[in-house]
């Protein structure tokens, strides 16, 4: 009888599952190795730290998770997720004034984090042929032949390692992936290069009750360069609004510093709201880590064996709402070398090339959003300023102008490439006086 063709995953977060889904029809099992004991349901949990924080689903992800795992987004409207009109499902303070309100046909999905991965969870476990193995921490990489072919474990609460042999691991754990020391650990080729960001802001949330009287259009403040501090309010499952501080400088976790921070932002939209609203929880901070990149192009075309994907891979400045949609995009990004060129020799190595090819666009629109933040020098000093000045416009000009804002906001939501924001006619538009 031939070996079983086995994947294994290394986290069962969104971009796990994702994978687990995008490989599924290419080996004969599936193990999902997770380092927490998994929720019976759509709770917090400690591997995900940041799932305390408002999270939305852009249009971009949205396109790519219904690929992959059909019924999800089903799931999550069924269980109460908000579906808001990008832009016009919310009040948005942008960079230069309140955003038009006209519809562009894309939407944002808005509910809890722990809802998310749950409707894409139930759909992967069910799958008899994928295996999860939680409480169970990958702790490095088994190797074979110059490839990786499995990871070792540890089961919580035991001193024994387990080893998950496969042929063919993807990491998928997370912004705290070691699977750059992994790598060092087990070959003597060069560490792929990371690229870091220098700007990390932090956050804070806390949930306040929603009536049906009330609606239940969001509302943003963008955080600008001279003021950067932003909020965003979304309504969620279970009738509650979530309302997430941010900025620079850390928002206080008490529920006064919390309040007054509220009152600090570039509009007291916000600040208005929540005043009149009952508050659900208590203030829950995250000071997540700077983004980053692993540049797997840059040394050679990838580790045989291993592809690396989701916040391992690649991390943005959370203002931009784009991982879990990078994510997403990555995993179908997977899934379409899969299908088109098989499992051939260097396929693993195709696939990560697919994978940061995919991440690119948004590594660039949140590494390009973060230079506003830093105080840079030189030429770079005047690109920058340029730049600036182009977006300002642009986003003025779009306060009055649809084509302009649904051209800004496809951008935005990943469902067009950056170089759409500098096509000749969205130019003259931009620039023009009025
Ligand atoms: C404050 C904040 C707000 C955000 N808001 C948004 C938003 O609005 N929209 C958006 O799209 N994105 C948002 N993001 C980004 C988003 O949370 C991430 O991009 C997304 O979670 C990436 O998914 P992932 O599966 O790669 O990682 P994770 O969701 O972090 O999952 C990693 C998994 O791996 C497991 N794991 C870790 N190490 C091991 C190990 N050694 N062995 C086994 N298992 C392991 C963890 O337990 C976890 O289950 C936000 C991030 C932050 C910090």
């Known amino acids: 009888m031939p070996k079983p063709r086995v994947a ?8 796990g599952c994702l994978a687990a889904r995008a490989t599924r029809g290419h080996v004969d099992k599936v193990i999902i190795v997770e380092r927490d004991k998994l929720p019976s349901g759509p709770y917090f949990r400690k591997g995900v730290p940041q799932s305390r924080q408002a999270h939305i689903l852009l249009e971009g992800g949205q396109r790519a998770i219904q690929e992959l795992v059909p019924g999800a987004i089903r799931a999550m409207l069924q269980a109460g997720a908000v579906q808001l009109g990008m832009p016009d499902g919310f009040r948005w303070f942008g960079t230069a004034g309140w955003l038009s309100s006209e519809p562009t046909g894309l939407n944002a999905i808005s509910c809890t984090r722990p809802l998310i991965d749950w409707a894409v969870q139930q759909e992967v476990f069910t799958d008899p042929g994928v295996q999860v193995f939680d409480d169970t921490e990958c702790v490095g990489l088994i190797m074979r032949n110059n490839s990786v072919a499995g990871v070792r474990a540890m089961r919580r609460g035991s001193r024994s390692a387990v080893e998950f042999h496969a042929d063919f691991v993807v990491d998928a754990s997370g912004s705290s992936s070691r699977v750059s020391e992994w790598i060092g650990a087990v070959t003597p080729w060069a560490l792929p290069p990371k690229h870091t960001s220098r700007i990390a802001f932090s956050y804070a949330t806390r949930f306040y009750t929603r009536t049906p009287a009330g609606g239940n259009q969001g509302i943003v403040v963008q955080a600008t360069p001279e003021s950067p501090r932003f909020g965003i ?4 499952e279970e009738n509650r609004w979530a309302v997430c501080l941010g900025g620079l400088e850390a928002p ?8 007054s921070y509220a009152g600090t932002l570039r509009s007291l939209a916000i600040d208005e709201s929540i005043s009149l609203a009952d508050p659900l929880s208590s203030v829950r901070g995250n000071r997540p880590k700077m983004g980053r990149l692993l540049r797997f192009d840059q040394n050679r075309a990838g580790v045989n ?5 989701g916040d391992a891979l690649c991390s943005t400045n959370p203002i931009y709402s784009l991982g879990m949609s990078m994510a997403a995009m990555q995993a179908r990004a997977l899934a379409y070398v899969l299908v088109r060129y098989g499992r051939t020799a260097d396929w693993t190595a195709r696939a990560q090339k697919a994978v940061l090819e995919t991440s690119k666009p948004g590594w660039k629109l949140a590494s390009d959003g973060d230079a506003s933040y830093l105080d840079a020098r030189g030429t770079a000093r005047l690109r920058l300023q340029l730049k600036q000045h182009y977006f300002h416009k642009l986003m003025a000009r779009s306060i009055d102008d649809p084509h302009l804002s649904k051209v800004v906001f496809e951008v935005l939501s990943l469902t067009s490439p950056a170089h759409h924001l500098f096509r000749p006619r969205v130019v003259v538009s931009a620039l023009k006086s009025r």
């Open 8 to 15: 294994v995953i290394i986290g069962a977060g969104l971009a």
């Open 233 to 236: 309010m979304v309504p969620v």
């Open 252 to 259: 206080p976790t008490t529920v006064d510093g919390f309040l």
């Open 305 to 309: 064996g291993l592809i690396v994907l």
